[in-house]
T-cell receptor, first 117, second 116 residues
Framework: AQTVTQSQPEMSVQEAETVTLSCTYD???????LFWYKQPPSRQMILVIR??????QNATENRFSVNFQKAAKSFSLKISDSQLGDAAMYFC??????????????FGQGTRLTINP | DGGITQSPKYLFRKEGQNVTLSCEQN?????MYWYRQDPGQGLRLIYY???????QKGDIAEGYSVSREKKESFPLTVTSAQKNPTAFYLC???????????????FGNGTRLTVT
């Protein structure tokens, strides 16, 4: 079974600084997707960024980027120029690549990110 | 606007009572999912359904039941057999066909269930 591990229960960063959240996963599959979701105090789940395992290039979305190391099964999230609105719970998630069928996500335990003004 | 609606936002029940959480989607998605969120444990899959009148257990199905009589609806019943029912419950949906399969699952806004 696939597992996702986030080893940092809490992180904090000064506003405008850069922070990196860690995620490792375990799978025997070669083709899959990885996601970072953000959950603010409203508890809504918001997609931050996604990565296809077959792509070597790291995904970027504005201030958010990932460091995807497939051999090491590592998928870290870097947030540049941190803003107060980035404060939230962040979840790393894994999903097998499937042509059809249920797209079950496996989540890590989450990292609570605090932004200090 | 298309989306997933979960109701109610907060739900309170006495121990020993069954309670049903509602999840409705108007995205025309085939598959629907229920996740449970506890502090420090992330989201865990309870049940999922790929098509109407069919559903499968997820990782923590004990003490829960579901039905899928309509494509739009996937209610979750938390039974008295669930030992620790107090949690935040999230519903999601997906369409296996016709959309990029790297698309993220849309989630509802969740239901916070408190059992005392």
């Amino acid at each position: 079974a696939q597992t996702v591990t986030q080893s940092q229960p809490e992180m904090s960063v000064q506003e405008a600084e850069t922070v990196t959240l860690s995620c490792t996963y375990d799978t025997s599959e070669s083709d899959y997707y990885l996601f970072w979701y953000k959950q603010p105090p409203s508890r809504q789940m918001i997609l931050v960024i996604r990565q296809e395992a077959y792509k070597q290039q790291n995904a970027t979305e504005n201030r958010f980027s990932v460091n995807f190391q497939k051999a090491a099964k590592s998928f870290s999230l870097k947030i540049s120029d941190s803003q107060l609105g980035d404060a939230a719970m962040y979840f790393c998630a894994y999903r097998r690549r499937m042509i059809q069928g249920a797209q079950k996500l496996v989540f890590g335990q989450g990292t609570r990110l605090t932004i200090n003004p | 606007d298309g989306g997933i609606t979960q109701s109610p936002k907060y739900l309170f029940r006495k121990e020993g009572q069954n309670v049903t959480l509602s999840c409705e989607q108007n995205l025309n998605h085939d598959a629907m999912y229920w996740y449970r969120q506890d502090p420090g444990q992330g989201l865990r899959l309870i049940y999922y359904s790929q098509i109407v009148n069919d559903f499968q257990k997820g990782d923590i199905a004990e003490g829960y039941s579901v039905s899928r009589e309509k494509k739009e609806s996937f209610p979750l019943t938390v039974t008295s057999a669930q030992k620790n029912p107090t949690a935040f419950y999230l519903c999601a949906s997906s369409s296996p066909s016709g959309t990029p399969d790297n698309s993220p699952l849309p989630f509802g806004n969740g239901t916070r269930l408190t059992v005392t």
